[in-house]
Structures are given as structure tokens and as C-alpha cells.
């Protein structure tokens, strides 16, 4: 009796994980992209310019962590402007079409938070944000210390420039779920 009722759990569990792969495949891919980012010698004049976009994202987060929809608005504006102005004439061959990569996804995920006042929607496509600028700094580098933080509940990562977690996904509702998973410099 104990084994059929210790292998009905068995079997459960792993019926459960293989839902649960399948429900979150997102996770499992961003995570293997995470380590599979390329880094690129680049001109600081490039640096410079996506250390400025970052800057702004950590502008971004600040207005997720007040959870104010018009100053997310806001910043997603200002983050959209410093994108545009990188310069990838400054990138030759593989490193120009690794930015490509993560440019038009910045761009088309800033530009949508900017039409919406929803804050629900604008922290989903946040993580978007969050997930290309991550892989850009990771490929470019900025200059200084980044650290990229993680909130396990929400499934998605953001920037900070402390190791102090502050989650924009659930400003103070849950301001310090979450953890530094990976430090850049």
C-alpha cells in the first residue's frame, strides 16, 4: 500500500514538472540565452551611448517600483529617445548585427509601454525591455557595474545599479522578492 501510494506521488510530481516546463518555456530559453551572449570589443562612444539608455532604465524601474503608470509612461519615452540616438555605425559586422538583435525589440517594447496606461501591461512588456537591455550590456558592456536581479514569483529580471533589491514588478507589494543573479562589468 505504501509503495503504490509513494508511486502515485512519483508519478504526480513528474506529471506536474513536465506541466510546469511547458507553462513557463520562456523562463527555461531566457535563461539558456542569458549564458549564450556573445561579448564584443566595441568603441566607448558606443558604451557611452547605451550606459545612457541604461541610465534611463534605472529611471524606468524607479517609476515601476512607485508603480505610477504616467511617470512609466514617461520614462519609457526617455528610454525610447536614448535607444534611438545609439549610434550602430559605431559597431562593425557581428557586433552591428548582435545590436540589431536587441534594438528593434527595445524599441517595439518601450514604444508600447508608452501607449498604454495599463501598469499590468507595462510590467509585462518591462521584462522585454529588461531581457534585451540585460543582453546588451552583457554584449557591449557599459563602463561600470551592473547587476542583474531576478524576481522568482514574477518570472522575469531587471537592472539595478545596487545590489539592493528594489522589484519593479511588484513595487510595494513585494518590493524585495527577488535576488541579484548576475553581476556585469
Given at each position: 500500500?505504501?509503495?503504490?501510494?509513494?508511486g502515485?506521488?512519483?508519478?504526480?510530481?513528474?506529471s506536474?514538472?513536465?506541466?510546469?516546463?511547458?507553462?513557463?518555456?520562456g523562463?527555461?530559453?531566457?535563461?539558456?540565452?542569458?549564458?549564450?551572449?556573445?561579448?564584443?570589443?566595441?568603441a566607448p562612444?558606443?558604451?557611452?551611448?547605451?550606459?545612457?539608455?541604461?541610465?534611463?532604465?534605472?529611471?524606468?524601474n524607479?517609476a515601476f517600483?512607485?508603480?505610477?503608470?504616467?511617470?512609466?509612461?514617461?520614462?519609457?519615452a526617455?528610454?525610447?529617445?536614448?535607444?534611438?540616438?545609439?549610434?550602430?555605425?559605431?559597431?562593425?559586422?557581428?557586433?552591428h548585427?548582435?545590436?540589431?538583435?536587441?534594438q528593434?525589440?527595445?524599441?517595439?517594447?518601450?514604444?508600447?509601454?508608452?501607449?498604454?496606461?495599463?501598469?499590468?501591461?507595462?510590467?509585462?512588456?518591462?521584462?522585454?525591455?529588461?531581457?534585451?537591455?540585460?543582453?546588451?550590456?552583457?554584449a557591449?558592456?557599459?563602463?561600470?557595474t551592473?547587476?542583474?536581479?531576478?524576481?522568482p514569483?514574477?518570472?522575469?529580471?531587471?537592472l539595478?545599479n545596487?545590489?539592493?533589491?528594489?522589484?519593479?514588478y511588484?513595487?510595494?507589494k513585494?518590493?524585495?522578492?527577488?535576488?541579484?543573479k548576475?553581476?556585469?562589468?
Amino acid at each position: 500500500m505504501k509503495r503504490t501510494i509513494l508511486g502515485v506521488i512519483i508519478g504526480v510530481c513528474v506529471s506536474m514538472s513536465a506541466v510546469v516546463a511547458q507553462e513557463h518555456p520562456g523562463h527555461q530559453s531566457h535563461a539558456k540565452q542569458m549564458n549564450e551572449v556573445q561579448r564584443y570589443e566595441v568603441a566607448p562612444a558606443f558604451q557611452q551611448q547605451l550606459n545612457a539608455a541604461y541610465k534611463q532604465a534605472l529611471k524606468l524601474n524607479e517609476a515601476f517600483v512607485a508603480s505610477d503608470a504616467a511617470a512609466v509612461k514617461a520614462a519609457a519615452a526617455a528610454m525610447l529617445e536614448k535607444v534611438n540616438a545609439i549610434d550602430m555605425g559605431l559597431l562593425k559586422g557581428d557586433a552591428h548585427m548582435a545590436w540589431m538583435q536587441y534594438q528593434q525589440p527595445l524599441q517595439t517594447s518601450l514604444q508600447q509601454i508608452t501607449a498604454t496606461a495599463d501598469i499590468a501591461k507595462q510590467r509585462a512588456l518591462f521584462a522585454e525591455v529588461n531581457q534585451n537591455l540585460h543582453r546588451a550590456i552583457k554584449a557591449f558592456g557599459v563602463g561600470e557595474t551592473v547587476y542583474y536581479q531576478y524576481c522568482p514569483m514574477y518570472k522575469a529580471g531587471w537592472l539595478s545599479n545596487t545590489e539592493e533589491v528594489n522589484n519593479p514588478y511588484y513595487g510595494s507589494k513585494m518590493l524585495k522578492c527577488g535576488s541579484t543573479k548576475e553581476t556585469l562589468n
